[in-house]
């Protein structure tokens, strides 16, 4: 029961645009003791699925704009199966330093962004 409780509460989060991955992977390898690997899997599955229904939901109420959403598709896919080629290697200390720059330069571009 817990854990359907938990998958609600981050469902809920991720569609406020709170950053819940890290809030269900820290559940699911602190709370549950599920390894990493299974754990990213899990958390993999559970975003892509709320993605899709978001996508269905927000395209019937015409919210997308249908060519930006085809480049974010292709680029997305891209970077997917790039990821992928980095994190089959031994070392992912390079991958981590990258997301972290990554998550550095998105967190200041939110901070200091003009508003419209």
């Known amino acids: 029961m817990l ?12 569609g406020l645009g709170v950053g819940s991955g890290g809030l269900l992977l820290l559940y ?11 754990a990213r899997s ?3 599955l559970f975003f892509a699925t709320a993605l899709l229904f978001a996508f269905i939901v927000n395209s019937k109420k015409r919210l997308i704009e249908p060519s930006l959403s085809l480049w974010l598709i292709v680029f997305g896919v891209i970077g997917s199966f790039t990821g992928i080629l ?4 031994n070392d992912s200390s390079f991958l ?18 003009k508003k419209g």
């Open 86 to 89: 980095f994190i089959g290697s």
């Open 3 to 14: 854990d359907f409780i938990v998958y609600i509460a981050v469902g809920i989060l991720a």
């Open 42 to 44: 899990v958390n993999l």
């Open 96 to 113: 981590r330093t990258l997301f972290g720059i990554f998550l550095i330069l998105g967190g200041g571009y939110s901070l200091f962004a």
């Open 28 to 38: 699911l390898t602190l709370i549950l003791d599920m390894p990493l690997a299974q």
